[in-house]
């Protein structure tokens, strides 16, 4: 607030004062307009296809920093989330709230934004369903009521509390509590990003994710459990007229796991972090795998206003570009792969660009579409609001009467707007047993249409609860019905019986068996099997593996569906027994349902039937599922935006032991295709292999791919265990060079001087080749003078890489043995040899290689010549500097080079050197020709002027390259070294 002038100290008194008039003549500049049509100046339009109209709701300084919407308590009114605590950046300076923005004089235009409520966490979902605002603000889902029609919350509760992390935990606010959908069966749809959650339910108990998916919960937030898991960072739910579940989900930040539009139905996993790529069909696939992007907010379009081909499409956000739609088709258990069209883009001139957050459907069809504009900046403080319409005046629904006759609310039941559906069931549902009773009839008899029907469905659940199963489950079980409407009612049963709910406990025993013998004789289409088998689940029915061994459809989605039925019910030895018909899709059934499970009757069949399976096939496949049950997952660490890949679970449970010899057992199968396929898994999953059992293979085996897996897998052993075993593979010709590399490098390690005698007899034993020529290379290191002789019996060899080893070890070594063959060897054809015997030569101190040197300083090879180099330099052979010089042009020779020039020229040499330095101002390379010079300089002898002269060779090296290499301090030079940006310091003493 201002302060008036006359609390103001005396002396900026007279400084207001002085500054008044300067103020006054001030040229104002025009507002820009807050509301109604005037605001569409401001901003270019969208583009947006044929026969749409777009027109500018709302702009800021109504709204900001806009994240999501629902539509509002009556036409023309929409709850705006204004997401200070994202918009305003990390820190948290402001909390969010939620705005009731409305349009009060009917232009299209709002023109009010009432506070409804404040001081959220930053709010990622809102809905408003039965007079509540639900809002999902990490890590609380929070109900709001305004009781007394003011347009302002005066009831406020936390309903959910532990939906991801608190703010101060997560400073970025993402992949937490995100969308909230209110469906017309009675749940609450959260979209749920992969922090995970961990609630304490009212009822007494606590529900874990580890990871993303979707939760329900009651209005009240009583019965919150997992809906479906496998997801990444989901925003928003959409439910279409049937209460199928769609969602679209965001990429792994440029990895590849893309943008994914999913069908999800309850108790579905759809693979996200590991399963999507690892074991894809293990996971439920989505109906569109697209590309990068962000997805934000979606619904699925159930009203009127649009045209048909645009009904029933879901529409999403691309946060940064556009508004996308996809057309839904059902296909069988699942739905036809979809494709998208771009439904609204941003204009090329709008200097914000389009940024939308979410979208909703109003009462009279209208889209409302939120657009965050001018990115994630923060302290911007933009937002605008759409409207998109088709351009057609279509007069909306009317507001159904709170006094409206039962009759009149079953007409509404039936209208072509889902809005006024929902109205009417609401309506029907207060009236208890009368408006229950009179939509049974009407249902029954066959006097409403589908769409009406669906609701019905809903209306006996909710007001009938358990006695509406019963009349649910006839009409299920009756052939006559649509079956749409027998899915909807078998899913009503499901909600009505799981004992999960019906017990309020997340641990509850199975349900009730009778009922779920009914349902499973309920035969029709693959959507309504889809439905019964997940009902069959969620009851934990004991029959259901018996009841799927005759089951033969190959659809995807219907067999994930009863794989996850499998492990709710949980009758292990009947799920094993399935293993063993003749039934493809029940035994692929029973694999899905059985992996990952740690169960000891599990282990115990799968052990017993991989001994026995006949066929390789079914070996691989039991091996396969024992080898990811040999440990326990650690507790769960979350994996960050982009996971690294499945690590190996490592706590080892009551079957580890077991299993791992099982798995050893099958390392000496008849099939080499099991064989590695059980160790890759093993390597896989870290299950050490038995080093007998290793040893034993690795003789037989002659395949190059397998046997480096082998020579893999033996590391997990000591070094002195597997050394007998890497000495076969050395030994033999047959394999290839690679493999007895490797085999060779895993036999030196840990080997030392007590070991000599035991490398040199394998040296022995090997022939002339590039194995022994890297055996020698480590003998010359561990034996040292022990293998002197070996080394100079080899400087005959016919093969070029054993001579050029002998003379290299022999050189390391400092063994005179070596000096005679030097002189012979710098002769050589081979330059491999060459330039060893040229290193050799001056460790030896072979004067007598003076002349062969200086000539093979120009030889064609250039590492030869950097040799030669080095060994003239330590002979201290002066006619070695044209040759540096020379040298000092071929980036292989140059340093080599520079150390000649440094230790064995002189001043006379600066010319050169500062052209070098010129021409290839690295680091390296300034540091070390500034050191050359100023050996040069400090050298007993150096004349003052000579020494003048070399500081400004210096200086020009620091003012071509713009870089300070050397500076003095108390009699000491210090060298800067090093890469940009990260400077050390290296002392000279002068």
Known sequence: MRAPLSTLPLGLLFWACLLTPLVAQEVETPKPPLTGPETEKRFPPLKVPPGFRATLFACDPLIEYPSVMSAGPRPGAVFVAVDYMTGLGTEITRRSEVRLVEDTNGDGYADKATLYAGGFNSIMGLTYHD????????????????????????ERKDIVAGLGLTPEENPVRLHCANGVTAGHDGWLYLALGDHGCSVNRPEGDKLVLEGGGILRCRPDGRDLHIFSTGLRNIYDVALDAELNVFTRDNENDGGDYKIRVCHSFFGADHGYPYDYYERARKALAPIADLGLGSSAGGICYLETQLPAQFRGNLIFCEWGKSLVRYELARSG?????????????????????????????QRDGTLMVSDYADGQRPKRGRGRIYQLEWDVDIKPPKTIAADAAIDELIVALDSPSYQQRCEAQLALERRGDAGATAVADVLMAKKLSLRGSLHAVWILASVQKARAIEPLLQLAEAGTFDERLRAQAVRAIADLADPVLVNHRLDASPGDA?????????????????????????????????????????????????AKALRRAGNWPATLRLLDGKNNSAVEIALFALADVHEPVISEGLIERMSKAEQSLFRDLYADLLARAYKKPAPWVYWDYRPKPRPANTVAWERTEAIGAALNRVLLDSESSVRVQVLQRMQREKIPAELHVLGKWLEEEQEGGNVALLLAALQEHSPGDRRPHLAVVILAPKQSETNRLLALSLFTEGLDATSAEELLRLASRIADGPVLAALLRQCSKIAKEMAVPLLQAKLASEQPDVRAAAIQGLGELRATEGREAVLTLLADKNPLVRR?????????????????????????????????????????EPRVLPLAVAALSERKTEQVALLCLREL?????????????????????????????????????????????????????????????????????????????????ETKAT
């Open 514 to 562: 009778a009922l779920a013998a009914r349902l499973a004789k309920i035969r029709g289409k693959e959507s309504l099997q889809l439905e019964v088998l997940v009902a069959l689940g969620r009851l934990k029915w004991e029959g259901l593996a018996n009841h799927l061994a005759a089951f033969e459809n190959g659809e995807r989605p219907l067999r994930h569906a009863a």
């Open 333 to 361: 258990s699942g739905f036809v792969p979809s494709q998208e069209f771009e439904l609204a883009t941003s204009a090329e001139n709008d200097l914000y660009g389009f940024k939308p957050t979410d979208v909703v459907v």
């Open 905 to 985: 020229g002189g001043p006379e040499h600066a010319p050169a050197v500062v052209e070098f330095a010129q021409r290839n101002p690295s680091a390296t390379v300034l540091t070390g020709a500034t050191a050359a010079i100023t050996a040069w300089r400090d050298r007993p002898g150096t004349s003052p002027a000579q020494q003048e002269e070399l500081d400004k060779a210096v200086a020009k090296i620091h003012g071509a390259s713009g870089s300070v290499i050397r500076w003095k301090s108390n009699s000491r030079y210090l060298y800067s070294s090093g890469t940009e940006g990260r400077v050390t310091l």
């Open 131 to 154: 007079g509540a605002v639900f809002v999902m603000h990490a890590p609380f889902l929070t109900a709001l009521r305004d009781t007394k029609g003011t347009g302002v919350a005066d």
């Open 836 to 876: 060893a015997a040229a290193t050799a030569a001056g460790r030896l101190e072979v004067t007598q290689a003076t002349e062969p040197l200086l000539k093979l300083g120009t030889d064609g090879d250039l590492l030869v010549r950097a040799a030669s180099l080095d060994s003239l330099r330590m002979l201290k």
